[in-house]
């Protein structure tokens, strides 16, 4: 028999020990802690965390809880199912419901021992009472919270596991998750959210690399009991890469071990008796800890020959003996197991496991009470891997229903997706489940609604109207062109024809239920397309209808969109009024996306406001909400986008880029990510950074392309092309973007977005004027642009400080007011805080100074106007106004000391540049603020002192002797 191979001490991870424990003395004092333990498969992570957390002081209780690979898409809770499970065990049943709420707790439908749970209950009551049970416990003695293998974490416990990392603070409660490295893809959602939780301050992390050559040594002295040949130690290392379980395999492997890691793992098992290793198959197709009646009902054989087979295994370090049952020591052994088993093999024994979980879920015997802890999905799971699809099917379909009603619809939607594949596969499916396929659909349809999965949804929502014949079923066409129509919404803002149709399908008469919800995701629709009248009148249908019923959860949608009109109408009193009513009912509801959604419209209106510090503040609380109730990654990153907005017009640049990077982490969906990517592409346009400004436009733009809708998003994107044309000085190109958007803006756009086109717009159309004074077809075509641009605006209706703020500019780039009426353009933009619009107008109000010779006015504009740019690293804003400065000559004295070899002065340098540019007099007169007269003489002067008959002969001449080098 081979030996043990198990180090009995832990070598050479004192420091990660460390962290662990400072972690938990954190815990213990109220703080936040969080750790999360990683490297690869066999670095020990387990063995760390069992050393570290059964030496902390404080009698602290350890609960534990593992992700299964097999199953980790549609069992949902897994490793917390196995905490709760545990804590039960270790403070009775009674102990623990007293921590829990009166009248049944939602947790009851993870663990019946906690009693029946609510008939209803929303996403977020799991959570909070997983929360608020470890926080009770902990008051008592200290908890530490161990969640194994988080890389195969199914999507509802992984958000447990955020969301108690994000919300343990003040509770004695250490949480710890140990984490496989280089198992995961890059888009792997375990991923993103294990990216998540690194961003977060609270959270410790340990990453276990290889041993060095001196705790191998000590690792094999454990092992053998004796202290190793420094040969043979070398050499061990070398092979195992200083990983600890291959370092203990390779220890009794002999001078000449297998080629291959993972088949000298293998080697252990290939002379185990038959029971043995029959033992051990079972438990690695089960992928889960196993009591003695299920190894037998799997393996087979006598109980006396399984007794001695589990010894055996035992004493090998093959598996370990747990309080409930057996488990193999390590995953990698479980894996090499189960990848040797011969395919026939597998799925019988698979086979064999789900035949004796089912026996436990039904007994044969009516009086033996059904065991409640038998996972549906496990059977499902087992079923399938052993081919029996007709079993298989119904028990998928019953997993999908406990799943739907613990709202973990990542894993229901997982489930419904095998019930279809598995649909063709049964000789009579609808019988198998008491279901048509058509309804498997609309709920997969569903499901994925609440999962945020819009483009999966769209796809069953397809297929699911393909079967329905809406003259026979009007109501559920209905009912599924509505649900198709919000899913489209989601992805890029389309969706009106869908729910038009609903609607219409769905007449006064029919259920007013389905009707009321129907015209909200109308209004909503249409208020995003910015159809307002249509949308008034169906959101104050939908009202009426949900006031008559006394319904909070048709209510709240109607709200929500009739104090977006409110807003829009720039009565934010009234929005106020109307997002705070809409909160409530749907808090009241448990429709968690209509209140997150109340945050995010009424922080936008905060900011067309310009009251930009409460909109961040409303927009941060409305995050938090988020997290709290699992949505950061939906709603979330529409309230990160409502957050960054206002930041960025504060000039808060950074904070807004972190806000913006931290939402993209989350892989936010399409239409969420093309609106945070427009605010990191509008920061770096104004901070000069082209090359990711035009990454980051080329991006956007190829999104917009392909998307109906988004109205806002889309007058976003061309107003940063517009203000990247005009910077560059393509005026052709500024001015044809101008006027491809100019007659429809003002249907088409919001407010702002139309005023700001205005104020662009007048900008190129000066700056063409500037370009070619003497053109009379483009003076021409100017005046009858800014005229176009002056009727656009004065259409827009709604007065809000913002707008106004841009009427003045307006006004002060068209008008004859001078330089108070830009002071006041000026004011407007100060008063409001928004810090690069006010030093750009400043910029150009200098210009307006200087252009009537007033020196100090401009001097004093200019600098308020630099000192903003810097502070804001505006880099392009800021070389405009030195530009300015030094074309009006505001840091030299006029005329200025000679400094070149033709005696030429800085000024009289500045009219040659102009001059061999191949400029007018009276342009020249234009940039540089003074005179044609004045031209004239520094002409005169420029070609006496370069002895140059002609103009063109000067500037041969200057080119030759070097005094054009440098920027014109």
Known sequence: MTGSVVSPVLVGRDDEIAVLRAAYERARAGGPSTVLVGGEAGIGKSRLVATATGELPGDPLVL????????????????????LRDLVRRLGRDRVAALLPPGGAALGDLLPDLGPAPARYGPARLLEEMLTLLARAAEARPVVVLVEDLHWADASSREMFAYLARNLAGAAVLLVGTVRTGELAARHPNRRTLAELARGGAVAHVVLGPLEPRHVTALLAAVDGRQPDPARSVRVHRRSGGNPLFVEALSTAGETPPGDLRTLLLARVTDLPDPAREALEAMAVAGAELDDDLVRAVAGGPARELGDALVDLTERELVVARENGYAIRHDLIREAVYD?????????MHARYAAALAGRAAPADPTAPADPTVSATALAQHWTAAGEFERALPAAWRAAERAGRQNAYDEQLHLLGLVLEHWPKVPE????IGAGRTDVLERAATAAFNAGRSGAGVAYGTAALDEVDPAVEPERAARLLGLRGRLQSRINGGGRDDLRRAVALAPPGASRELRARLLSALAFVEFMALDLDDCRGHATQALDIADRLGDDALRAPALLVLGALHGTDGDLDQAASAFAEARRAADAAGDAYTFLTTFQWESTFLCDAGRYEEAVELARTGQSAAGRLGQ??????????????PLLFLGRWDEALHVVDEALALAPPPLYVAYLRLIAADIAHRRGQSELGGTLLRQITEFAVHTVGA?????WLALLRLARALDEDDLDAADHIVGEHLATALDAWPPQETARLAVLGARVQRARRAAAPRNRRVQAETAERLADLARMLGSVRTSTPVLDAFRLTFRALTGSGGLPAWDAAAAAWRDLGNRHETA?????????????????????????????????????????????????????????????AFGLTPRELDVLRLLAGGRTNQQIAAELFISANTVATHVTRILTKLGAASRTQAAAKARESGLLDGPP
Do not use: Q, W
């Not at 534990?64 to 905490?83: Q, T």
């Not at 950061?632 to 907005?645: D, E, I, K, P, Q």
């Open 840 to 900: 750009a107008v400043l910029a150009e109000a200098a210009a307006v100074a200087l252009a009537s010779n007033n020196r100090p006015g401009a001097r004093s504009r200019l600098r308020e106007a630099r000192a903003i740019a810097a502070d804001l690293g505006a880099a392009p804003l800021r070389a405009r106004i030195d530009d300015l400065a030094a074309r009006g000559r505001l840091t030299d004295a006029e005329g200025g000391t000679p400094d070149h």
């Open 64 to 83: 534990s809880g593992g992700c299964l690979e097999l199953g980790s898409e549609g069992a949902p809770y897994v490793p917390f199912v196995a905490v």
């Open 340 to 348: 040797a088993l011969p395919p026939p093999r597998r799925r019988r």
């Open 632 to 645: 950061a990654r939906s709603r979330g990153s529409m309230l990160a986008n409502a957050r960054a907005v």
């Open 429 to 432: 499916p609808a019988e198998a």
């Open 711 to 715: 109205a806002e998003a889309k007058a």
